[in-house]
């Protein structure tokens, strides 16, 4: 895979889904960032671009980092917005040559919590997103390696943290999509208990909340 291009093809993805938002569109709320409006998600994926560039990136993408992107930015509308980020754009993949690919999974996570919001499904299948899914699930293999086996079983893709699906005392099944959602902690512990079909998943909750506490609601794209 070439992250690089990934990106780009997403960058384009969401410009080309908020391109010509009227203004109340942009001042939707979007359910899985439920602080942050259209416009201040995106003013985040503009000022992540921007300071990554400059060289300010806290390791940990605090709240007041994330916070300033969209402080910043509150008197451009969406049209200046979209100018910024494709102003970046070329010294952010030539960041990216230099240095890592860290900012695919931020353009990736965020565009589907953007068509969350606009209720626009798209993107759900592409190099990208299956690259922060493994990504992530790497992650979330280390927070689950002391209990029992777990398993996510999707259409196509399927993973156990310890053998094969037979052995796991847990088993989780949805679409790919989904369960890739699920690992960027965009699905609630409600659908996490529903798609189990096998044991209790109650001591993983806390395994899929990698990005913060889990929605409280629902989410879906």
């Known amino acids: 895979m070439d992250a690089i291009a990934e990106w780009s093809r997403a960058q384009q993805r969401v410009i080309d889904l908020v391109a010509d938002l009227p203004p109340d569109r942009a001042a939707a709320m979007v359910p899985s960032c439920p602080d942050w409006t259209v416009r201040d998600l995106l003013s985040h994926m503009v000022g992540l671009g921007v300071d990554v560039v400059a060289g300010d990136e806290p390791d940990d993408h605090n709240d007041a980092w994330t916070g300033k992107h969209v402080t910043e930015r509150r008197d451009r509308d969406v049209a200046a917005l979209v100018a910024e980020w494709q102003a970046v754009a070329d010294p952010l993949r030539a960041w990216m040559r230099a240095n890592n690919v ?120």
Request: net charge neutral; charged share 30%.
């Open 102 to 221: 860290r900012p695919l999974g931020d353009v990736i996570i965020h565009e589907q919590d953007l068509r969350g919001a606009l209720r626009v499904p798209g993107g759900q299948d592409t190099d990208g997103l299956r690259a922060i899914r493994e990504r992530f699930v790497g992650r979330f293999a280390g927070r689950v390696e002391a209990l029992p086996p777990i398993a996510l079983v999707g259409d196509v893709w399927t993973w156990a943290s310890r053998g094969s699906v037979d052995d796991a005392e847990v088993v989780l099944r949805a679409p790919d999509f989904d369960l890739a959602r699920a690992l960027v902690t965009r699905r609630s512990a409600a659908q996490l208990r529903r798609w189990t079909v096998r044991g209790d998943v109650t001591p993983y909750l806390d395994a899929f909340a990698m990005l913060g506490a889990l929605p409280t609601t629902d989410l879906t794209e």
